[in-house]
């Protein structure tokens, strides 16, 4: 089984990028604690970055008849864009969408997702940890 790890903008400068707010762990660091979990079940994680919105876009339409499910971090994409969210919502897969930080306790623009309807978990404020949680609620999903 085939799961897609799709980290939005931004997000390949993890580690260096708000320390304060995103936490030391690199991206790669990140992709291979979820590898890790994963592994153990006999599943495989594709990770893939883009800092471009039709090139996620493309990506999510590559794998849509191998995988099995998206975690998504779509980064600033998170609220505005409405092309990922019916990429999401058109390849039929499901989708858990995870955050490092807690978006719903920072600004404004930040609260709202789009891609959170078009999802069936949303993991949010556990730093790294929340893309290994967004791995479990995917599991749970899948294997229901
Ligand atoms: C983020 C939150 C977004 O608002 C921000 O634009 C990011 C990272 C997070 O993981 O906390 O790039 O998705």
Excluded: W
């Excluded at 291979?32 to 592994?39: F, P």
């Excluded at 493309?58 to 600033?76: E, L, S, V, W």
Aim: contains cysteine.
């Amino acid at each position: 089984m085939q799961i897609l790890l799709i980290h939005g903008p931004n997000l390949n400068l993890l580690g260096e990028r708000e320390p304060d707010v995103y936490g030391s762990t690199t991206m790669e660091q990140i992709n291979e604690m979820v590898r890790k979990v994963a592994e153990t079940r006999g599943i495989t994680i594709i990770a893939f970055q883009s800092n471009h919105e039709g090139s996620i876009i493309d990506f999510i339409h590559a794998h849509r008849k191998t995988a099995a499910g998206i975690i998504i971090n779509p980064g600033a994409y998170t609220h505005y864009s409405y092309a990922i969210r019916d990429a999401v919502a058109g390849v039929n897969l499901p989708a858990v969408e995870v955050h490092l930080s807690d978006i719903k306790k920072r600004e404004p623009f930040r609260q709202i997702s789009v891609i959170e309807p078009v999802c069936v978990a949303q993991v949010s404020g556990l730093g790294a940890q929340s893309y290994v949680k967004g791995f479990e609620e995917l599991l749970k999903v899948i294997e229901k």
